[in-house]
C-alpha cells in the first residue's frame, strides 16, 4: 500500500477551505428539545466532517418538519483547515485543560493560530450551552490518515455510552486516558454528553458519507427527530453497518505509541485499523531502528501522515456483557468503599479521586476502577491518580 495523501486536497476541490465560517448553520424547531452540536475540521486535514454537516444541513432546510430543539454545525480549526494541515502551532485537540482554556479566553486582543481558535470555539459552545433549554450532545468529527473501517470514540460514562451504542460500528473505550486535552473530555466534564467519529481516511469521498450517516444517526439517537424515523435515518445504520465489518464490537486502548517532537517515525505500510497484531511484531522504524509492538492486540490508528504524535494504538476487545454489570455497579455508588480495599486511598483534597498504589493492590484494581467509572488522570511511580467521571444517569 502506498502512503495516502492526507491533506484534503480532492475533498476541497468541491468545498472552499479557504474561509470556512465558525457556524455552518443551524436548524431551531419551534418545540423545546435537545441541543445536538456537529463539529467538523478540529484538525485541519480533515475536512470531511465539514462537508457532511453542511451536507446533512441543506437536506434538513428541505424538509424540517417534525424536529424538536436544535442542531447546529460548528467548525473547529478554521485556519488549518484553510492551510490544508492537521495544525498550525498546536494540535487544536490537544489543549483542552480547563486552566488554560480560562486563561486564554481572559486575554485581550488575537491571539496566535490555535489560541485564537481554542478561545473563538470555547466561546460558541459556551454560548450554546448556556442557551440550551434541554440536554446537549455533541458529535465530534474527524478522519484518519490510515485505512479501515469507521468507529466511534468515548469517554466512558455512561450518558455518552447510551448514545455511541447506538452507532452501528465499533466503540473505542479508553483513549482519553492516552491523551489528555481532548476537547471531548473537556466538554464530557461539564456535562455534555460526546461521541467522536471517525469516519474513514481523510481523502476519501466516502468518508463524507460515513460522517453524514454519523449526523443522522444522532439526530435520532438524541431525539431531535421527535414523532419518526426517518428514511436517512435508515440508510444511514445500514451504510455503516455494511462498511463497518470489524473483530470486535467493543474495544479498550491498552497502549499508545508516542512520537516525540521532531522524531521520524515511520510506519510499516499496509497496515489497517483493527488488524491483528503480535506481540513483538514490527510495526514502524524509528531513527533507523526497529518498533516492536509491546503486546498483542488489534491496530488502531496507524499513522500515515507527517504530523501528529500518535503513532498507533493497540486496542483489546471488551466482552460486550461487562457494559451491563458497570451500569450497575455503577448505579449502586459502590465507589463509597473503594478506600477500603488494599493500596487504594482517597484523595485528602478531592473527593471522587483515589490513589492507587500497584505495590500493594489487588491486580485487577486499575480494571475494577474503570468499571466504576473512573479514568487514570496521572501515573507517579506504582501510584495511579484515579478520578471519576460524571455519569448524568444515576
Ligand atoms: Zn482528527
Partial sequence: MSVPESNGEALAATFDLS???????????????????????????????????????????RRSEGLRGRLIGLTGNITALAAGRRFVRHDLNRIWRP??????????????????????????????????????????LHTISGPGPAFAILDDTLQNREVALDFPVPLVLGLEEKLGGTLASYMTAQGVTVVGFEAGMHDDPTSVDRAASAIWIALDSCGVFEHETRSEVVEARDLLRRQSHCPARIVEVRYRHNVAEGESFEMVPGFASFDP????????????????????????????????????????????????VSAVVRR???????????????????????????????????????????????????????????????
Fill in 19 to 61: 474561509a470556512v465560517p465558525r457556524e455552518l448553520g443551524r436548524v431551531e424547531a419551534a418545540e423545546p428539545g435537545p441541543t445536538l452540536i456537529c463539529l467538523g475540521g478540529l484538525h485541519g486535514n480533515e475536512p470531511a466532517g465539514v462537508l457532511a454537516i453542511d451536507r446533512v444541513l441543506k437536506q434538513i432546510f
Fill in 332 to 394: 449502586l455508588g459502590l465507589e463509597r468503599f473503594l478506600h477500603l480495599l488494599p493500596g487504594v486511598e482517597r484523595d485528602p483534597n478531592r473527593r471522587q479521586t483515589f490513589i492507587v498504589d500497584r505495590r500493594y493492590a489487588l491486580w485487577f484494581a486499575r480494571q475494577l476502577f474503570h468499571l466504576l467509572g473512573f479514568r487514570q488522570e496521572g501515573k507517579d511511580g506504582p501510584r495511579l491518580t484515579m478520578t471519576r467521571r460524571r455519569d448524568q444517569l444515576l
Fill in 277 to 324: 497484531i503480535a506481540a513483538g511484531q514490527e510495526v514502524g522504524t524509528v531513527r533507523g531502528g526497529k518498533v516492536r509492538a509491546p503486546r498483542s492486540g488489534l491496530m488502531l490508528m496507524p499513522l500515515y501522515q507527517d504530523q501528529g504524535n500518535d503513532g498507533f494504538f493497540l486496542v483489546n476487545e471488551v466482552r460486550p456483557a461487562w457494559l451491563p
Fill in 99 to 140: 486552566g488554560r482554556v480560562e486563561q486564554l479566553s481572559a486575554l485581550a486582543g488575537p491571539l496566535n493560530d490555535e489560541d485564537q481558535e481554542l478561545v473563538e470555539l470555547n466561546a460558541s459552545l459556551s454560548r450554546i450551552l448556556d442557551e440550551a433549554p434541554g440536554r446537549v450532545y455533541l458529535l465530534d
